[in-house]
């Protein structure tokens, strides 16, 4: 009982690491050019200009905490979580001096949680039409309240906390315990509060006792690299999967460019980790102290190479050695704890992302802790981003395929994440958004796919349902009818000449709106729906559709098709067959499930046909026939 307890902990632990780190990996970039600027153009940086040090001081007081705040509120639902998130973080950034990362990872995901639970209260009592409009003003009024209390509580909080850490480290150097003030700093670090207790505890410390000794140690208590440099190389030695691949990188940037953040994720995936940069750290300092090491003056960035710029004469040695010992330390008790793991994707990176990795077989049926059994299997539901294109053809193959089976008794519907029915069995979703889909309906069984329609999602359940011998039925449900309006004769348009994915998009955008389908703000969705997963199905064809952030501009159901004989580069695939969706409630169903069964039955020969007719009346039947 007592070990179950311990790994429901453990893992749980586990689990709010790698959802802070999650926070912080997309945002990797933004902390590279932070410091980067300040590496170069701070007074004591490597290009000293007072006119361009400037830019890096907004980019850590509002860019880089915005941008987290933005990530973890997106993490729990979506761009309009994320907005929350931003809007929530912009109170406690007002509220403080420091930078205020830590206060960005707890108001980003709060703003995320709050818009999504008001939402999931509202969802079936707003009136048809005032959709848009109470969405915005529950957004901004919701954010407004978030910002204050952000403002007036969280950020004080988080100030609070920053001065108790000062004490604590003040009150180690007064009793003469210097390297036990890693106990405070090293997990300071982590929680982003490096610069606050650097600059201001340890630096001030240290140009009083550098203008009375010509050096201090107090610049390198939290400059060193060694302690972050050792945790590295122990997931470069012993890691597995992404952490292991992507630890060169960082060692690159965080030794020689002093960008300690790029390590941070790291530990937050396996938080017992702070235990080796502690370890790590005292050792170094004892070492420091011990041979009389020190610095002359801040080292901005914290890197290798700053450091041994600000070493005086005599004390290279111990520097070296501090960085050193405090490097073997760190990796010598970060490889007990990265070698006795037992997960097999605990160091995977991709996991801290929110996102998987890219899988080698399309459809794979990932290991999960639920397995629904044939007999029990009743509901099956295909999950996206906006739950109108996709997710919804996938859904219509599936369903077809089965029903042909004599296994209509059996639901296969489609809908956006976030709103997933809780009595779902299987969810299948993309595998980019595998960690929204599995929080979303834990209950459920996951299948992750690379795309809806090429995948062998029909394989798995079908070998499952004859394994124990499911009883195929006659075929009595009735298949989808094609409301009249959806598809026009008129949107329909052959020959067109070649040009990219985005023209083309953007034309698919344009009919949906002169049709009186969509708003405009619809067009731009499409586009970001592309740069996120791309819409090409397979066979020469792409469903290019609007994000869930953009599906209050759908007015109603509606479809078009755009053919392109002579192709659509879709990375390296090419498209022939552009149908813009535009989906509100089911009405455009029953279109994707005939293009889902063209997909599927029809032969490479009548494909190319329909991919180079001169008669739209051709495309336009094939799409709105009835069975």
Known sequence: MGNAKQGSAQEAMQRFGRFLSGMVLPNIGAFIAWGLLTALFIPTGWLPNEYLAQVGGPMSKWLIPLLLGYTGGEAIYGHRGGVLGAIATSGVIAGSDIPMFLGAMIMGPLGGYIIKKFDAAAEDHIPTGFEMLVNNFSAGIIGAILAVLAFVAVGPVVLTANGVLRAGVEGIVA?????L?????????????????????????????????GKSMFFLLEANPGPGFGVLLAYWFFGKGMAKDSTPGAMIIHVLGGIHEIYFPYILMKPILVLAVIAGGMSGVFT??????????????????????????????ANMADFVVATVVSCAVASVFIKASKEDGGEDLEAARASMSEMKNRGKDMPTEKKISGAELKTIVYACDAGMGSSALGAAALRKRLRKDGYADISVTNCAIGSIPKDAQIVVSHEKLAERARQDSPQAEHIWVKDFTQNNVYDIVSARLKEEGVAAAEVTAPEETVKEGVLTRENVLVGLPSVSKEEAIRHAGELLVQGGYVEMPYIEGMLNRER???TYIGKGIAIPHGENAVKDSVKESGIVVLQYPEGIAFGDDKAYLIIGIAGRGNDHLAILANLATTMDEYTDEELQKLYTTKDPNLLYEVFTKVD
């Open 175 to 179: 009793i003469g315990l210097l390297p």
């Open 288 to 317: 420091l102290n011990l041979l009389g090491g020190g610095l002359i003056a801040p080292s901005s960035p914290g890197s290798i190479l700053a450091v041994l710029a600000m070493t005086p004469k005599g004390a290279f040695l």
């Open 181 to 213: 003030a890693s106990i405070i700093i090293e997990p300071a670090k982590v929680l982003f509060l490096n610069n606050a207790i650097n600059h201001g505890v340890l630096s001030p410390l240290g140009i009083q006792q550098a203008e009375e000794f």
């Open 532 to 534: 996120d997963i791309t």
